[in-house]
């Protein structure tokens, strides 16, 4: 899922999205139970290692309805996975559907993707490589904070985090990281996560702020759900970022996504029958 942004904001931003990103890359929904123990980083740790594991060994492929908000405009897409990449359809803009020649724009577009497949697979190599490094953040949570818990609701435990005064940040990205402080709940039974929000505590400076910051306040909050027995996927994704970027640009991000209708789709589909599922999905 890529985001059409400018190279000085994304690289101002990716911080902060790489706390939340490995929502999107679908961790593995067969873990068995892990029992509960009363040490709320032993918790975090138990859910961590679940969700990287998760991504790693994730087998599963899935069409979904995506629906997003940016910087005041909305947009409906359809998405299908396969194991050489994703490819998606443009469904409405701004709460009215495509006319038939924007549908007809879409389906080109589509069908050169299937003839020029290895665009798909560039496109897959760098979510990919994106992964990675969204897992080497990942691995930093259970010591980039302190956890206590704040309350239980049946299999849900609220965990509240705030930075752990011992962690010493080595780069830009993670002094974002260790600049949040927020909550996140875990699903007791399968030591998932179910949701994790948080705040910027205090302004985080690029390069001694010469490379721009970010404003305190900041937020992100995203949701995942159990679609299926042990199938967790991204519900939700809202972020709000203000600041500066080089040359004083000022960076402003309101950003949300949805996410819906999730069906699973057999591992050997080719791009050419997701296509056909995007277009009977148009349809309907």
Same mark, same amino acid.
Not at 80 to 92: D, E, F, P, S
Not at 147 to 159: A, C, I, P
């Given at each position: 899922?890529?985001?059409?942004?400018?190279?000085?904001?994304?690289?101002?931003?990716?911080?902060?999205?790489?706390? %939340? &990103?490995?929502? =999107?890359?679908?961790?593995?929904?067969?873990?068995? #139970?892990?029992?509960? @123990?009363? $040490? +709320?980083?032993?918790?975090?740790?138990?859910?961590?290692?679940?969700?990287?594991?998760?991504?790693?060994?994730?087998?599963?492929?899935?069409?979904?309805?995506?629906?997003?908000?940016?910087?005041?405009?909305?947009?409906?897409?359809?998405?299908?996975?396969?194991?050489?990449?994703?490819?998606?359809?443009?469904?409405?803009?701004?709460?009215?559907?495509?006319?038939?020649?924007?549908?007809?724009?879409?389906?080109?577009?589509?069908?050169?993707?299937?003839?020029?497949?290895?665009?798909?697979?560039?496109?897959?190599?760098?979510?990919?490589?994106?992964?990675?490094?969204?897992?080497?953040?990942?691995?930093?949570?259970?010591?980039? %904070? &302190?956890?206590? =818990?704040?309350?239980?609701?049946?299999?849900?435990? #609220?965990?509240?985090? @705030?930075? $752990? +005064?011992?962690?010493?940040?080595?780069?830009?990205?993670?002094?974002?990281?260790?600049?949040?402080?927020?909550?996140?709940?875990?699903?007791?039974?399968?030591?998932?996560?179910?949701?994790?929000?948080?705040?910027?505590?205090?302004?985080?400076?690029?390069?001694?702020?010469?490379?721009?910051?970010?404003?305190?306040?900041?937020?992100?909050?995203?949701?995942?759900?159990?679609?299926?027995?042990?199938?967790?996927?991204?519900?939700?994704?809202?972020?709000?970022?203000?600041?500066?970027?080089?040359?004083?640009?000022?960076?402003?991000?309101?950003?949300?996504?949805?996410?819906?209708?999730?069906?699973?789709?057999?591992?050997?589909?080719?791009?050419?029958?997701?296509?056909?599922?995007?277009?009977?999905?148009?349809?309907?």
């Amino acid at each position: 899922m890529q985001r059409n942004r400018l190279r000085a904001l994304s690289h101002v931003v990716l911080a902060a999205l790489l706390l %939340f &990103s490995v929502f =999107v890359t679908r961790p593995n929904r067969t873990l068995a #139970t892990v029992a509960l @123990t009363a $040490n +709320p980083d032993q918790i975090v740790r138990e859910v961590i290692q679940n969700e990287l594991s998760g991504q790693v060994n994730d087998p599963n492929l899935w069409c979904y309805r995506k629906g997003t908000t940016h910087d005041g405009k909305t947009q409906v897409l359809e998405y299908c996975q396969t194991k050489n990449g994703t490819i998606h359809r443009l469904l409405a803009v701004n709460g009215q559907p495509l006319n038939l020649a924007e549908r007809r724009a879409e389906e080109i577009r589509i069908q050169k993707l299937i003839r020029s497949p290895n665009a798909v697979e560039a496109a897959q190599r760098k979510e990919t490589a994106d992964g990675r490094e969204e897992r080497k953040f990942l691995k930093l949570l259970p010591d980039a %904070f &302190s956890y206590r =818990v704040e309350g239980r609701q049946g299999d849900r435990l #609220t965990l509240r985090f @705030t930075p $752990n +005064p011992n962690f010493r940040a080595s780069g830009n990205e993670e002094r974002v990281l260790h600049a949040l402080s927020g909550a996140m709940v875990v699903d007791l039974d399968q030591k998932r996560l179910v949701s994790i929000s948080g705040r910027l505590s205090r302004e985080v400076k690029f390069w001694g702020g010469l490379a721009g910051h970010l404003d305190p306040g900041g937020t992100f909050s995203v949701t995942q759900e159990n679609v299926a027995s042990g199938d967790w996927e991204l519900k939700t994704l809202d972020v709000e970022m203000n600041g500066k970027a080089l040359l004083f640009k000022t960076i402003a991000v309101r950003e949300h996504e949805s996410y819906s209708n999730y069906t699973p789709v057999p591992p050997n589909i080719s791009l050419a029958q997701a296509a056909e599922h995007l277009e009977r999905d148009s349809d309907g």
